[in-house]
Antibody, heavy 116, light 112 residues
Framework: EVQLVESGGGLVQPGGSLRLSCAAS????????MNWVRQAPGKGLEWVSA???????DYADSVKGRFTISRDNSKNTLYLHMNSLRVEDTAVYYC??????????WGRGTLVTVSS | DIVVTQSPDSLAVSLGERATINCKSS????????????LAWYQQKPGQPPKLLIY???TRESGVPDRFSGSGSGTDFTLTISSLQAEDVAVYYC?????????FGPGTKVDV
């Protein structure tokens, strides 16, 4: 079955760090463009980061310098390393596969709460 | 960044009636070299991730019922649900992928 399963969310204090994982099945992560998209509670969707099949990466200005996207081809898994977390980073983080810069497959998401 | 807006914020439609959602981008998302509009539509039900409905402004994703249709070009787009069903109650988002950063509209809530 083709699917994405996120994990790693939780409660973290402002200034803290967290690593999110997204395990893919049914396709190869390294052959696709993969993204993280987040949704603050009760709010809309915000694109966060992308990693391309080449390995190049891209980030929203709001997370640039704090978040790092990566992948482990041997585990067919996507990651988002989040440092210097802020209250405004609180959101459900979705892993999403790109077809042609639109997203044709989404995971169920993992909730990150940044609070003291 | 391309700003994407949607109207209305919410609408209530009787079962079997038509629902129309508008999406506007702050600049054209039409790429003349391939004659494609870089605009997608998603449906999100409570507690679920978004689901792709339409891409290239008017191409229906496999498995999406044909009561969903997309139209428009350049900066103005429309998602139409021709005959609203109870299972269509959701928030609908449009997204431009012409430029980075990818940006989404704020969403339109559709209710019965």
């Amino acid at each position: 079955e083709v699917q994405l399963v996120e994990s790693g969310g939780g409660l973290v204090q402002p200034g803290g760090s967290l690593r999110l994982s997204c395990a893919a099945s049914g396709f190869t992560v390294s052959s696709k463009y993969m993204n993280w998209v987040r949704q603050a509670p009760g709010k809309g969707l915000e694109w966060v980061s992308a990693i391309f099949s080449s390995g190049n990466t891209d980030y929203a200005d709001s997370v640039k310098g704090r978040f790092t996207i990566s992948r482990d081809n041997s585990k067919n898994t996507l990651y988002l390393h989040m440092n210097s977390l802020r209250v405004e980073d609180t959101a459900v983080y979705y892993c999403a596969r790109e077809a042609a810069r639109y997203f044709d497959l989404w995971g169920r998401g993992t909730l990150v709460t940044v609070s003291s | 960044d391309i700003v994407v807006t949607q109207s209305p914020d919410s609408l209530a439609v009787s079962l079997g009636e038509r629902a129309t959602i508008n999406c506007k981008s702050s600049q054209s998302v039409f790429y003349s070299s391939n004659s494609k509009n870089y605009l997608a539509w998603y449906q999100q039900k409570p507690g679920q991730p978004p689901k792709l409905l339409i891409y290239w402004a008017s191409t229906r994703e496999s498995g999406v019922p044909d009561r969903f249709s997309g139209s428009g070009s350049g900066t103005d787009f429309t998602l139409t649900i021709s005959s609203l069903q109870a299972e269509d109650v959701a928030v609908y988002y449009c997204q431009q992928y012409y430029n980075t950063p990818i940006t989404f509209g704020p969403g339109t809530k559709v209710d019965v």
